[in-house]
């Protein structure tokens, strides 16, 4: 996996704020919990934090709360979810979109589950499968995704299948709410149904590679082109099969034969064991050291005036 090494000791000073207000996880109560500032930029970057500053970060809930900081603020606007910026307010972005140009970036929220400089996947078949005791989970909060649903009730009828979440709960002792629960049914089981909320190209969560890290073996619903991120070796990749039955008797398959089963979780789990370049840490510096070198507006001076007198 590529990793920069040796970052400069002498670090850029950058003027930053949040816009709390607008996230939904940890960046909201505390910023410096924010993968992109944790784990990534602070190691090229020394940020301080200002009432007035010269870049704000916001996010898609409620985002044109962003209005209400200074017009001299420069926007980026940052999301997982399967949500586009709006152009009249931002000035970059970083989505899902495979869209890569001085203003847009793609990061998928499956990237910041992957670190370059702390992320292991477990790939050895003797280790993956003394703690395999399971056949697979689903673990899941969100009712409203029909086709996730309809695979759990379609797969359950070959084995059971441990659904440790709100949504169809089978398990005596549900898992809580912390990640170190739900990995620990993941890795005790042969799959995990990683269906996405929804299908759009590019759009891809921790739902595909929290499994891989774990030597649990995907069955991946959701961004179409998902082989251009991952391995297809790896995974089992629902969009390539014409049925969700078709699916069901692959899984099957797999299920009763253990050198394929083998053949699946030891495959690297992306191509030729490293990152596509657009998403490497190198891809990603490189955006976000234009922007804070350059500094420059996208969207007009006079133009944020009005909107943040308005907002």
Same mark, same amino acid.
């Given at each position: 996996m590529e990793?920069?090494?040796n970052?400069?000791?002498h670090r850029p000073?950058?003027?930053?704020?949040?816009?709390r207000s607008?996230?939904?996880?940890?960046?909201?109560?505390d910023?410096?919990?924010w993968?992109l500032?944790?784990?990534f930029?602070?190691?090229?970057?020394e940020?301080?934090?200002?009432?007035?500053?010269?870049?704000i970060?916001?996010?898609?809930?409620?985002s044109?709360?962003?209005?209400?900081y200074?017009?001299?603020a420069?926007?980026?606007?940052?999301?997982?979810?399967?949500?586009?910026?709006?152009?009249?307010?931002a000035?970059?972005?970083?989505?899902?979109?495979?869209i890569y140009?001085?203003?847009?970036w793609?990061?998928?929220l499956h990237?910041?589950?992957f670190?370059?400089?702390?992320?292991k996947a477990?790939?050895?078949?003797?280790v993956?499968?003394k703690?395999?005791?399971?056949f697979?989970?689903?673990?899941y909060?969100?009712?409203?995704?029909?086709?996730r649903?309809?695979?759990?009730?379609?797969?359950?009828?070959?084995k059971?299948i441990d659904s440790?979440?709100r949504?169809?709960?089978?398990?005596k002792d549900p898992?809580?709410d912390?990640? $170190?629960? !739900?990995?620990?049914?993941?890795?005790?089981? &042969?799959?995990?149904?990683? %269906?996405?909320?929804?299908?759009? +190209?590019?759009?891809?969560?921790?739902k595909?590679?929290q499994?891989l890290l774990?030597?649990?073996?995907?069955?991946?619903?959701?961004?179409?082109?998902?082989?251009l991120?991952?391995?297809p070796?790896?995974?089992?990749?629902?969009?390539?099969y014409?049925?969700l039955?078709?699916?069901?008797?692959e899984?099957?398959?797999?299920d009763q034969?253990?050198?394929?089963?083998?053949?699946?979780?030891?495959?690297p789990?992306f191509? $030729?064991? !490293?990152l596509?370049?657009?998403?490497?840490? &190198?891809?990603?510096?490189? %955006?976000?050291?234009?922007?804070f +070198?350059?500094k420059r507006h996208?969207?007009?001076?006079?133009?944020?005036?009005?909107?943040?007198?308005?907002?």
């Amino acid at each position: 996996m590529e990793i920069l090494k040796n970052p400069s000791p002498h670090r850029p000073l950058v003027s930053i704020n949040f816009c709390r207000s607008t996230f939904r996880d940890k960046a909201r109560t505390d910023p410096n919990q924010w993968w992109l500032l944790q784990n990534f930029l602070t190691h090229y970057f020394e940020f301080r934090f200002d009432d007035r500053p010269d870049f704000i970060f916001y996010a898609d809930l409620n985002s044109a709360q962003v209005l209400k900081y200074s017009s001299n603020a420069i926007r980026i606007f940052y999301t997982g979810e399967n949500v586009l910026p709006n152009w009249n307010i931002a000035d970059y972005a970083l989505t899902h979109e495979p869209i890569y140009n001085e203003r847009h970036w793609r990061l998928p929220l499956h990237r910041t589950y992957f670190d370059t400089r702390c992320s292991k996947a477990e790939r050895d078949f003797d280790v993956i499968s003394k703690r395999v005791n399971r056949f697979c989970n689903f673990i899941y909060t969100n009712e409203s995704a029909k086709e996730r649903i309809d695979f759990f009730n379609l797969l359950g009828h070959y084995k059971r299948i441990d659904s440790g979440g709100r949504v169809a709960n089978n398990m005596k002792d549900p898992l809580g709410d912390t990640i $170190e629960a !739900k990995l620990d049914l993941v890795q005790q089981c &042969k799959f995990t149904i990683a %269906f996405e909320n929804s299908s759009r +190209s590019g759009y891809s969560t921790e739902k595909i590679v929290q499994p891989l890290l774990h030597g649990s073996i995907p069955i991946y619903w959701g961004d179409p082109d998902i082989e251009l991120d991952f391995n297809p070796d790896c995974f089992i990749n629902v969009h390539k099969y014409d049925s969700l039955e078709a699916v069901v008797k692959e899984i099957q398959r797999i299920d009763q034969d253990d050198n394929l089963w083998k053949k699946y979780v030891t495959a690297p789990i992306f191509k $030729e064991g !490293k990152l596509p370049e657009k998403l490497s840490d &190198k891809a990603l510096l490189d %955006f976000f050291s234009q922007i804070f +070198s350059k500094k420059r507006h996208q969207i007009p001076r006079f133009k944020k005036f009005f909107q943040c007198a308005n907002g």
